[in-house]
């Protein structure tokens, strides 16, 4: 079992590097729009996000995109560092631990909070503002993945739940 444990800890660090460099990317090509004015932040947007967009949308609300596209993502961090400790816990205490099932809960719900805001995110910009009704089906398979993981870990955290208590009653039994 710890191979596993490790093997997913490997997963989720290497996905913790991964949002952090993709932060540092949207910050640089944000910090050069405000630097470099002469170009179009929005037609960015539109050629990074939104590929088959029809129209391009005003500078303010490709700002607004980004920062709450930077914050999901900020957020989908807290999470893998939740559940990076979540993963230490089982190593070092053991398959069931005190408020485990409180840990799952958190992560699982915050992935599918993630999955719905993204989606969300990406069908309001791109139907609404950039005129791209493709986004709907190309950000469904990110959806359905963080959305079935979440439904996973909340189910994963019913379990641990009854193991909580199943070991608490073993523990008084004499």
Same mark, same amino acid.
């Given at each position: 079992?710890?191979?596993?444990?490790?093997?997913?800890?490997?997963?989720?660090?290497?996905?913790?590097?991964? !949002?952090?460099?993709?932060? !540092?990317? +949207? %910050?640089?090509?944000?910090?050069?729009?405000?630097?470099?004015?002469?170009?179009?932040? $929005?037609?960015?947007?539109?050629? &990074?996000?939104?590929?088959?967009?029809?129209?391009?949308? %005003?500078?303010?609300?490709?700002?607004?995109?980004?920062?709450?596209?930077?914050?999901?993502?900020?957020?989908?961090?807290?999470?893998?560092? $939740?559940?990076?400790? %979540?993963?230490?816990? /089982?190593?070092?205490?053991?398959?069931? #631990?005190?408020? @485990?099932?409180?840990?799952?809960?958190?992560?699982?719900?915050?992935?599918?909070?993630?999955?719905?805001?993204?989606? %969300? /995110?990406?069908?309001?910009?791109?139907?609404?503002? #950039?005129?791209?009704?493709?986004?709907?089906? &190309?950000?469904?398979? @990110?959806?359905?993945?963080?959305?079935?993981?979440?439904? +996973?870990?909340?189910?994963? $955290?019913?379990?641990?739940?009854?193991?909580?208590?199943?070991?608490?009653?073993?523990?008084?039994?004499?």
């Amino acid at each position: 079992m710890k191979w596993h444990l490790n093997i997913l800890l490997l997963i989720i660090n290497l996905s913790i590097i991964g !949002i952090i460099i993709l932060g !540092i990317i +949207i %910050s640089f090509d944000l910090a050069s729009s405000i630097t470099n004015p002469e170009t179009s932040f $929005s037609e960015k947007i539109k050629l &990074d996000y939104f590929q088959d967009a029809k129209d391009t949308s %005003s500078e303010i609300v490709a700002y607004v995109f980004i920062a709450i596209y930077l914050a999901l993502h900020l957020f989908l961090l807290t999470k893998f560092v $939740s559940t990076n400790i %979540s993963i230490k816990a /089982l190593l070092k205490r053991g398959l069931i #631990y005190k408020n @485990q099932n409180k840990d799952l809960r958190n992560i699982g719900s915050g992935f599918i909070l993630f999955a719905k805001l993204k989606y %969300s /995110l990406l069908m309001i910009s791109g139907v609404f503002f #950039y005129n791209d009704i493709t986004v709907l089906i &190309d950000a469904l398979p @990110q959806f359905l993945l963080f959305y079935v993981l979440g439904k +996973i870990l909340l189910m994963i $955290s019913l379990i641990s739940a009854e193991g909580e208590l199943i070991k608490q009653e073993n523990e008084l039994t004499v």
